[in-house]
């Protein structure tokens, strides 16, 4: 069997809930709130006495420091690998753009020549025989 025990419920512990008493009254200014204590800055670590790790606790802070110099070592080899990348790209879009000046002129050249190997009357009279 389970009992409950009825409880009472304060009508002025429910939140909103105003006796008309209270609502006439004018409110009292409130004072400021004091301004909460600004930090000084200094960083407190917790007991760091070496004595009171733990041997398995020595153990694992130190896997994970030998782990955090191994990611620090990758993360610059990483940044010289992209930076090599990028002086290469660049390289390549200078080639890129130059084979394509030089392929330009080769057409125009081309296209030169087979102009000048053609006499203007001899391309007129072309066409009207087409025609």
Same mark, same amino acid.
């Given at each position: 069997m389970v009992i409950r025990a009825a409880a009472k419920v304060d009508p002025a512990d429910i939140t909103g809930s105003v006796k008309k008493e209270e +609502? !006439? +009254?004018t =409110? +009292? =200014?409130v004072a400021p709130a004091a301004e909460a204590p600004k930090p000084d800055g200094v960083v407190v670590f917790p007991d760091q006495n070496p004595q009171s790790v733990s041997p398995s606790e020595r153990a694992i802070l130190e896997r994970l420091q030998a782990r955090r110099q191994e990611l620090e070592q990758r993360a610059r080899e990483i940044e010289i690998r992209e930076s090599l990348l990028k002086s290469a790209e660049k390289r390549i879009e200078g080639r890129v753009e130059e084979a394509k000046a030089t392929e330009a002129q080769d057409l $125009? !050249? $081309?296209r030169a020549k087979r !102009?000048? !190997?053609t006499p203007p009357a001899s391309r007129a009279s072309s066409r009207c025989m087409r025609a």
């Open positions: +609502k !006439r +009254k =409110p +009292k =200014p $125009d !050249r $081309d !102009r000048s !190997r």
